[in-house]
């Protein structure tokens, strides 16, 4: 570890020696690093944006609003509110006077002009409103006693913390949203936290659960709507998809609401094989956790076949990954095992101590980990470790491109759903076409 990697990232860069336990993770980016990382206001939008009926006022300069669906492309089956965003557009005159008023002022302008009427507002403060200190819970406590609507303040500037702290923020509002609702009966069923329905997953995890008798109440939050949230107290138990951005939400739900949590990952026949078996059984009903062995089982054997056609021409390439949660990140491995691949670096945006441990366990004896990687650092240890593909996401892919190495997008961007057995088909073929295009031969520095 030397030229390329700063001085003060080296304690987060670590190799198979230290086991994933001595990487330096959690903490803020370094300044100057350029960090890949999205910022606090970027984690909680991640979040809280797939509720379909809800109106999102980015409250700051309008830069802050390009974060949108557009480039988070949630699916849904009801509303599409979600898909706009509304910006309180601020300049250097409400720097200086406070842009309160402006707020105010966009909360009213929805209310007039907007339909559906908005029932639910999010209203997030990014830097600048944090900077001049514009007392957001303030507007948003008046506006809803005006509107008789629900109006949640999601202070979020981005300079607060790191992006886990937004994830963090928007478990609160979810939490400040269907606490009301804590009093229902409960009932047999499930919520899945953390799946956000990129191009249809939480639809495909849902009909898994339905086919083998579990309901689903509510889903935070792909394809949520403010009605479907509101039952989400009556579950009987939480599945926590995306660790990183939802552990938070569940640690809550089962300290106030009694709903105990199970970490899931549909990603890979083992874990998604794994997972449906925990769920089932963790309900306690034994004819629905036979029920899962013998869907498990078929719908495994049906794509067993699949990884058997595409395994001869990926066996021994060498994979990279940098993606955001370190859940998935163990995920994309243990795929890349199946296939006989190696991973050779693997990197995350917000892992944990124990999942780089995992991560560390699983990769490549040669493997490097990285937490918070900056582009300086993949480059340069792609090409050490002779990456043939990096999966990541919309940041990421240019940076492969431009040293000719083949891509994955397994982010919000992506238009196929990489969950469920559906998704292990379709995972298997893009690395396999990306992997092994043509196009390499024409590209210096490319794998073929
Ligand atoms: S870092 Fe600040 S200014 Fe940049 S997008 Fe995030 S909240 Fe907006």
């Not at 200086?96 to 007039?112: H, P």
């Not at 899945?192 to 990129?198: E, P, R, S, T």
């Not at 990456?387 to 982010?411: M, Q, S, T, W």
Request: aromatic share 8%; proline share 4%; glycine share 8%.
């Amino acid at each position: 570890m030397n030229k390329s990697v700063l001085e003060e990232r080296k304690a987060s860069i670590s190799d198979k020696s230290e086991h994933g336990r001595g990487i330096c993770c959690e903490r803020e980016s370094v300044s100057g690093a350029v960090s890949q990382r999205a910022c606090v206001y970027c984690g909680a939008r991640v979040v809280l944006n797939p509720i379909t009926d809800a109106y999102h006022i980015v409250h700051g300069p309008i830069g802050c609003a390009s974060y949108t669906w557009d480039i988070r492309g949630s699916l849904t089956s009801g509303a599409s509110t979600y898909r706009n965003s509304f910006s309180t557009d601020l300049r250097e005159t409400d720097i200086v006077f406070g842009g309160e008023k402006k707020l105010s002022a966009a909360i009213d302008e929805l209310m007039e002009k907007t339909e559906p009427a908005p029932k639910l507002i999010f209203v997030y403060a990014t830097c600048i409103a944090g900077v001049i200190g514009d007392d957001i819970e303030a507007v948003c406590r008046a506006a809803a006693k005006k509107y008789g609507i629900r109006v949640i303040p999601v202070k979020a500037p981005g300079f607060s913390g790191t992006k886990p702290q937004g994830y963090k923020l928007a478990c609160d509002a979810v939490m400040a949203l269907i606490s009301p609702g804590i009093n229902q009966s409960k009932r047999f069923g499930v919520n899945i936290l953390g799946d956000y329905n990129l191009a249809g997953e939480t639809w495909i995890i849902r009909s898994y659960l339905e086919e083998i008798g579990i309901p689903v109440i509510s889903t935070i939050t792909g394809d949520a709507s403010y009605e479907k949230l509101m039952r989400a107290p009556t579950a009987v138990l939480n599945l926590v998809q995306c660790a990183g951005s939802s552990t938070y939400l569940a640690e809550r739900m089962y300290a106030e609401m009694d709903i105990p949590y199970i970490k899931v990952s549909f990603f890979g026949i083992e874990d998604t094989t794994a997972s449906l078996f925990r769920v089932a059984d963790a309900l306690g009903k034994p004819e629905i956790s036979a029920k899962a062995r013998e869907f498990a089982k078929r719908r495994s054997s049906e794509v067993v076949p699949v990884i058997a056609k595409y395994k001869p021409y990926l066996e021994g390439k060498r994979a990279a990954i940098f993606v955001g949660g370190g859940f998935k990140a163990i995920s994309l491995i243990r795929q890349f095992n199946e296939l006989g691949m190696k991973t050779m670096v693997a990197g995350t945006q917000t892992g944990k101590k124990d999942e780089y441990e995992i991560i560390s366990a699983l990769a490549d004896d040669e493997a490097v980990i990285l937490d918070d990687a900056n582009p300086a650092e993949l480059e340069r240890f792609m090409l050490e470790k002779q990456a043939d593909i990096l999966v990541g996401g919309v940041k990421e892919r240019p940076l492969a491109y431009k040293l000719g190495i083949a891509f994955c997008d397994h982010n919000h961007e992506r238009k196929h759903p990489l969950a469920g057995f559906e998704g292990i088909e379709n995972f298997v073929r893009e690395v396999h076409t990306t992997i092994n295009s043509p196009v390499w031969k024409y590209v210096k520095g490319g794998p073929a």
